[in-house]
């Protein structure tokens, strides 16, 4: 396959090249921080920021891709599924 950017370097502005299954956990952070949060269905997503910070974003629709560096998504207060880490 022709890769026509193979040197490019990725930032983060630039499109994600990966993406992992997101399982939500109270105990357990993701297999690694994202560049973006996929939802494929909507909910609401209880989740800890890469610096920290706690917060639930409600209602978030189907589809969405948030720009957040996440660490964690918790189990409690997270209804939202299919959600994937951009990477």
Known sequence: ????FPYTATGM????TNAFDIIPDD???LTQITRA???GSGGDI?????GGGMVTFKAVPAGVILPLRI????LTGTTA???RGLV
């Open 37 to 39: 949060l996929y939802t």
């Open 81 to 83: 599924t299919n959600m």
């Open 71 to 74: 660490k964690k998504i918790m």
């Open 46 to 50: 209880a989740l800890i920021m890469q």
């Open 1 to 4: 396959m022709t890769d026509n």
């Open 13 to 16: 502005s630039g499109p994600a």
């Open 27 to 29: 105990a357990a952070d």
